[in-house]
């Protein structure tokens, strides 16, 4: 293959694509199709998917972010814009940056589209091309799609070859359809090669960087990497942004956990009546010895709250994945947010602590669903793997993942029948080793090891009691445990290359945004430590990091600073150094918000070339107030 180095010129492989359509009117097919084309060009490419919660009929826009240096975040700017939704012409066309471009079908005229002079106005007929080409209404919408693909295809210089290979591998078993998808495609890229000078300026080069990258959505991954794991129950209602969860993790299932003789299925999926059924059934399964979990978004989690605190009190594991959307109440839910930071970390009355996990892309998603149910075995505890809409149900470029046959499960303390025949009594909820951990038994598998599963105040011994001491006794062990937990999680992600004693924090789909804004920050003269937190509780080097600043942005999707809040509550940083940057109108947070916010609370503006109060606070003088400047 022919493969040109990485293009460096302005608007060869850096742009963005956004399209408008309407819900349910198969648009999702087309946009795959683009978005797989550019990636099999060599060329690192992010979709963002933004949908609306009904069936059918609002608005829905799609995001192709083609990245040559592969960032992952999104952009906040739009350089093509294919408007095929009227009801929001008018803004859409305002969302295009100046010197971009707008796509439309022309069947119609629209002349307010010609309103703005800074713009390139491209008009296709494409309900003509496919009317005449095509029968039946739902056929032409579908077709008409895949031939505003066919422009984009010819405007940005895609391989036809490459794309008609895409619809062979999606339509090639039902040869009706992979020929109206060409015909259709076809019909777009030829009147835009015959009719406009292609390609635009902004437009696609070959490159190699995308060997040894997949692409994959994060609950794909979530789900892949609870079959690694080992769970065999999974019990759920559904709910938005989770539910391709669990459909993930059945297909999986029903491919490899079937035996092809009896047809006898190793797992138990089960659709619950609500969420407190659900996580009910996981705890039980989990109690019994299987690896269980459920997944939920904001309102599940509301409601599993008394379980989670019973899990966590008697100490039974149990896997929970929150894919974080906009709250409170039933919000938005299909926008993203990071809303349940504190709900899980506390979830439940009482004193009571979690383990949740911070996976920044689907990568970690895979590889902390095992880290989860390891913990979860080992700590015998809930462990929360705290993803969001974002990083679930959107397309991400990452690493292959990669899997060693040598793993086995982390079951933890667990006695069986001969470990049971030495001792001469079982405890429960004994401290045997100091570590806090007590050692557990698996029901039916030897009469010493029976016990009362108690949610209700208990011994040591696990006897019933209301005494005062005996129940200090197990709160107190409890918060041991929690001082283990903190040396088994995956520790924060550092960067203090910069040498700065200005540093900036996030957790999970941040870090993306985070790391293109610390590119663009650089290049202004401004140079930040970095500090992404993938776990709570936090170990010893989130607390050094937050000593060795003296001033630290934390960077979250929330409007009340829930991040910052667990921070102070949970180490000893002096709350006045941290500086929240907030995101939260449901949109995931793009790289130039961050800048903005950084260089406002140093005093230098935004496009500035490291104004002095910037360089001042990077090199030790005094850091401007909020406001200042």
Known sequence: MNVSPPATSPGINDFVIKIATVNGTGSASANALLMKAIFRSGVPVVGKNYFPSNIQGLPTWYEIRVTRD??????????????MNVETYARDVAEVAPGGYLIYDSTWPRPALLSRNDLTVIGVPLARL???SFEGVRTRILMKNICYAGVLAALLDLDVECVRQLLAETYGRRPALLDSNMKAFALGYDYTRQHFSCPLPLHVEKMDATRGRIMIDGNTAAALGCLY????????????????????????????????????????????????AAIGIVIGAAWNGARAFTATSGPGVSLMTEFLGLAYYAEVPAVVFDI???????????????GDILACAYASHGDTR???????????????????????????TPVLVLSDLDIGMNDWMCRELEWDDSYRPDRGKILGPEELDRIEKFYRYLDVDGDGIPYRTIPGVHPKGAYFTRGSGHTQYGAYTEDPVEYQIVADRLLKKWDTAKRLVPRAIIDATADSDIGIVTIGSGDGAVREALDALRRQGVRLDYMRVRAFPFSEDVERFLAAHRLVFVVEQNRDAQFRTLLTLETSVEK?????????NGLPISSGFIVESVLAELGAPAGSRAASPALSAVCGDKVPKAGEG
């Open 130 to 132: 496919v009317n005449e």
């Open 324 to 338: 974080q959307r906009v709250g409170p109440s039933t919000g938005m839910p299909t926008r993203t947010q990071q």
């Open 354 to 380: 979690h383990v949740c996990l911070y996976p920044a892309n689907p990568e970690e998603c895979f590889y902390m669903a095992v880290q989860a149910f390891d913990l979860a075995d080992r700590l015998q």
């Open 70 to 83: 592969g960032y992952a975040a999104r952009s906040g700017t739009v350089d093509i814009m294919v408007a």
């Open 576 to 584: 006045s150094k941290l500086r929240s940057i907030l995101h939260y």
């Open 229 to 276: 794991a080992g769970a065999t129950v999974a019990a759920w209602y559904p709910i938005t942004p989770s539910t391709s969860l669990m459909d993930a993790f059945k297909s999986l299932c029903d491919r490899t956990r079937v035996d092809p003789q009896t047809g006898r299925r190793n797992f138990a999926f089960i659709q619950a009546e609500d969420e407190l």
